[in-house]
């Protein structure tokens, strides 16, 4: 069936077409494409056509798809059972990895995504500190639960979606929102509001409102000020999480955070969520502490296996190779563009990196929110007809792999020169 038939059909049974609604196409315009199968760097649409695949299912496939090893661990999982409902041995595997991969972590709970571990985080935070209010930043986006979607970015910034419709005003009150790498504004608000303060929420390195790296300081002006006022820390490391390193950004800036979310990579590209921390915080969890937490499916064994196969693969690999192939691919847009012209910051933080179409430095929620979306769209669409496969909305990161080959890289940017000749 072709791409407007399916896409006609899933319209009438799914509201937008979608399960998640970027992938709608609504800021870039055309029919979404509808995914048959991936293997290595590479996805293949349900007509048929393949493309150089740089969305990596928003993150986890750092591996490339359809890895064998995973592949192989998820059909042994699979021939024993999919959910028992029960404790698991694969858990406490998972879990080891996990602990010895992060110094901030001493106990982690294994969930089935990554807005419930964001979700149980704020929860945590305010059943430990017995505070209400938060404070997060414009264009972080941390899942769809209610606290977090406040000027959250992703999807929420793709669609222009105002404010937070079906959240109560009481409840969404309780949430601060300030902009990303400003400091100043931190302090103030800790200085306002710093004894009703349950917890700050960042990531670490912005990753949906397009890459943003943190400005020097900003994160150690974090932990800082939280550590001074009694505020639990939380990193939202769902993207970052063995994407920058064996571990997460925390490592590589040596701050320690008193909560992490993470997801993505740890379950091998299956649903997966885990919180982890301290054992005083994460000890007032049910049942040993009064914090409730439950879903049936957390530490699915297919979703263990999976990311137990990918971090063991992982530590055999460089991520400094990784980092370097993706700063080829950077510095081969930066140079293409700027033989044309055309005004575009690109920023890379290891292997995940965004094209704004603007010509002035994004460091914030606001710099980027003045990139042309309108010709971000007709690259994105160029590109795609060339057989690249480019996140469908501007205010997203993309992603390389360790399955993507110098050819990848040589036949998008020839991709990218032929779109520009016309862009």
Known sequence: MDMNSLFSEAQKLIPGG?????????SVGGTPRFIREAAGSKVIDAEGREYIDYVASWGPMILGHSHPGVVQAIREAAGRGTSYGAPTEIEIEMAKRIVAAFPAIEMVRMMSSGTEATMTAIRLARGYT??????????CYHGHADSLLVKAGSGVATLGIPGSPGIPRRLAELTISLPYNDSASVRDAVRSFGGDLACVIVEPVAGNMGVVPPRPGFLETLREITREKGILLIFDEVITGF???????QNLASITPDLTCLGKIIGGGLPVGALGGRREIME???PTGP?????TLSGNPLAMAAGIATLDLLRGKSYSALDKMTETLCSGYRNLFARKGIPVTINRVGSMFTLFFTGEEVTDFASASRSDTERFGRFFQGMLAEGISLAPAQFEAGFTSFAHTDEDISRTLDACGKVLEKL
């Open 243 to 249: 994407r920058i390193a064996y571990g997460g950004w």
């Open 18 to 26: 979608v399960n998640s609604p970027v992938r709608a196409f609504r």
């Open 284 to 286: 007032h969890l049910a």
């Open 130 to 139: 017995g505070r209400e209010m938060i404070i997060k930043f414009t264009g």
């Open 291 to 295: 914090v409730y937490q439950a879903g």
